[in-house]
Every structure is written in structure tokens, then in C-alpha cells.
């Protein structure tokens, strides 16, 4: 293999633990997601209506269907991206594979 080969295997290895670390947290993010759905369903049966969000450095009092709602939709996006990085180290790998074989 030439010089130009090792090099580009090597940058296609670092994206693909690069992203394969993005899958880790993303999938912390999910399960955070997760745990303050069951919190907010726990304070609706106590029959609290609102419920603190933080968004970034901001902490909000909102309704709690409305929270629902919003952490449901940021659950969706996260799904979509872990499942672009995915799809994007599968080719990464088939890629690598074909350079390292040559």
C-alpha cells in the first residue's frame, strides 16, 4: 500500500470512531429522554400540569403534555441522526475495506 492509501484508511478510521462515539452519546441523550418521559407521566398522575424544561441554559415552566411533546420530537430527530451515522459507518467500513484490500 502507498502512502496516500495509509493515510486516507487512517482518516477513514478516525471518522468512523468519530461517529461511532456521536452513537454512544446520542443514545445517553435517548435514554435521559426516556427516564424524563417516566417523570413526566409519574407527575401527571399526581396531577401536576406543568412541568421545568431546560433548554440549553434556559429552564422553562411548561404544560406537561406540552413537554411531552417536545421531548418526544427531540427523541424522533436523535433516532434519525444515530441512524444517519449508521448508515454513514457502514459505508465508511465497506470503503476502508475495499482501500485496505488493494
Known amino acids: 500500500m502507498t502512502r496516500e492509501v495509509l493515510v486516507q484508511a487512517e482518516l477513514l478510521q478516525e471518522d468512523i470512531v468519530n ?3 456521536q452513537i454512544i452519546h446520542l443514545q445517553q441523550v435517548l435514554k435521559e429522554n426516556d427516564d424524563a418521559l417516566i417523570l413526566l407521566k409519574q407527575e401527571a398522575t399526581k396531577g401536576n400540569k406543568k412541568a421545568w424544561m431546560n433548554y440549553g441554559n434556559i429552564f422553562m415552566r411548561m404544560p406537561t403534555d406540552d413537554a411531552d411533546s417536545s421531548i418526544q420530537q427531540e427523541a424522533a430527530r436523535i433516532r434519525t441522526e444515530i441512524e444517519t451515522l449508521k448508515k454513514g459507518i457502514t459505508e465508511k467500513t465497506q470503503r476502508l ?4 484490500s488493494r
Open 19 to 21: 461517529e461511532q462515539q
Open 97 to 100: 475495506s475495499k482501500l485496505t
